[in-house]
């Protein structure tokens, strides 16, 4: 039971998932404002504007800077987590969309061509996520770190 106490109070784990959960949010906000369509299920995607993950680790790595120091090991992990999130973000991920979106031009090309019974379906484009979409993950990161560290 004493387990259970202490995931629940975890400052860190909870400023992390509230960040990520939050730009979700703000994705689907986006979406509303930008398209006038409510779409409900981009909580639920990845890539888009802003990183959920790039919030994620920034307010988690944001969280343990402020508490333990940025002299410490824990700090000194999670900041190399959190890079290697968003390089991913933007490079391996990213190139997976771009490939996605060829891949998807090629079978409608086949599909032109063969016809007979030639139906695969697309696969996802929207994997990664521009440097942008980053920034604004990390910031908005960072600002749930400060305001779950510094102010609550």
């Given at each position: 039971?004493?387990?259970?106490?202490?995931?629940?109070?975890?400052?860190?784990?909870?400023?992390a998932?509230?960040?990520?959960?939050?730009?979700?949010?703000?994705?689907?906000?986006?979406?509303?404002?930008?398209?006038?369509?409510?779409?409900?299920?981009?909580?639920?995607?990845?890539?888009?504007?802003?990183?959920?993950?790039?919030?994620?680790?920034?307010?988690?790595?944001?969280?343990?800077?402020?508490?333990?120091?940025?002299?410490?090991?824990?700090?000194?992990?999670?900041?190399?987590?959190?890079?290697?999130?968003?390089?991913?973000a933007?490079?391996?991920?990213?190139?997976?969309?771009?490939?996605?979106?060829?891949?998807?031009?090629?079978?409608?090309?086949?599909?032109?061509?063969?016809?007979?019974?030639?139906?695969?379906?697309?696969?996802?484009?929207?994997?990664?996520?521009?440097?942008?979409?980053?920034?604004?993950?990390?910031?908005?990161?960072?600002g749930?770190?400060?305001?779950?560290?510094?102010?609550?």
């Amino acid at each position: 039971m004493n387990s259970l106490a202490e995931l629940l109070s975890n400052r860190w784990l909870w400023t992390a998932v509230l960040a990520s959960t939050g730009a979700q949010l703000i994705k689907v906000l986006l979406i509303l404002l930008i398209t006038r369509r409510w779409r409900p299920a981009a909580a639920m995607e990845t890539g888009g504007m802003p990183s959920s993950h790039s919030a994620m680790v920034a307010a988690l790595t944001t969280g343990i800077g402020l508490s333990e120091g940025v002299g410490s090991p824990s700090f000194a992990i999670s900041a190399v987590f959190a890079v290697i999130v968003m390089y991913d973000a933007t490079g391996v991920r990213h190139a997976s969309g771009q490939q996605g979106a060829l891949l998807n031009e090629l079978v409608k090309e086949l599909r032109d061509v063969v016809r007979a019974g030639f139906a695969p379906l697309p696969v996802r484009v929207l994997l990664g996520h521009t440097y942008l979409e980053v920034l604004v993950g990390i910031l908005l990161g960072i600002g749930a770190g400060f305001v779950a560290f510094r102010v609550l």
